[in-house]
């Protein structure tokens, strides 16, 4: 299956159920896994954490959206909280804190992860920072590990609302696809 945004890029996608497994993942030998927004709580999701780790663990590429971003929260050991009105809408100012670059961003989310801002943190896979940030209420909107090729945003890349201030997102991600070791990427 392809989407635009994937076709533009030359990628072939394979859409898997929310019920996958790692061996699911991975039969299909990815080049990169991509983690979609939810529904749920992350808090609750104990199986696509799971998965996530397992993608971790043998470093391969990887993007989280939306509920892919607090999955990968947990996955590093990050706590998640339900924000009390949530983020909704178009127009919500995040900050790139690599770039310093604001974006125009779309959110539909009621969950956050909570990483420090302040620090580089140590986690099981390696570094961790928070790469981009709600210029509203300084929640987190985006991780990035340091050490692999990893990392999600919370907003909505694929929502062109600025209108295509975050496709560069979707470039990074064929860029780690393709640059990233084979070794250890496929079962």
């Keep these: 299956m392809s989407t635009p945004a994937s076709t533009e ?6 859409v898997l159920p929310a019920t996958a497994t790692v061996e699911d993942v991975y039969a299909v030998n ?8 939810g529904p749920g709580d992350p808090e609750k999701a104990d199986h696509p954490v799971s998965v996530m780790r397992a993608v971790l663990e043998r470093k391969t590429p990887l993007f989280g959206i939306c509920f892919g971003n607090q999955i990968l929260g947990r996955a590093l050991g990050f706590g998640t909280y339900k924000l009390k009105y949530g983020h909704r809408g178009i127009n919500q100012p995040v ?12 959110h ?15 986690t099981p896979y390696g ?13 987190v909107e985006g991780l990035h590990l340091l050490d692999q090729p ?38």
């Design 30 to 37: 990815p080049d990169g896994v991509f983690f979609s927004n």
């Design 127 to 139: 570094r961790a920072e928070v790469s981009h940030v709600c210029l509203n209420d300084d929640v």
């Design 9 to 14: 890029r030359g990628i072939e996608v394979h």
């Design 108 to 122: 539909n989310h009621g969950f956050a992860v909570d990483a420090p801002l302040d620090r580089v943190s140590d």
């Design 95 to 106: 900050q790139d804190r690599t770039t310093g670059k604001v974006e125009v961003t779309a």
């Design 150 to 187: 990893a990392f999600s945003v919370q907003y909505h890349p694929e929502a062109a609302a600025g209108p295509h201030d975050a496709a560069y997102l979707f470039d990074r991600f064929t860029s780690l696809m393709s640059t990233a070791p084979m070794e250890g990427r496929r079962a």
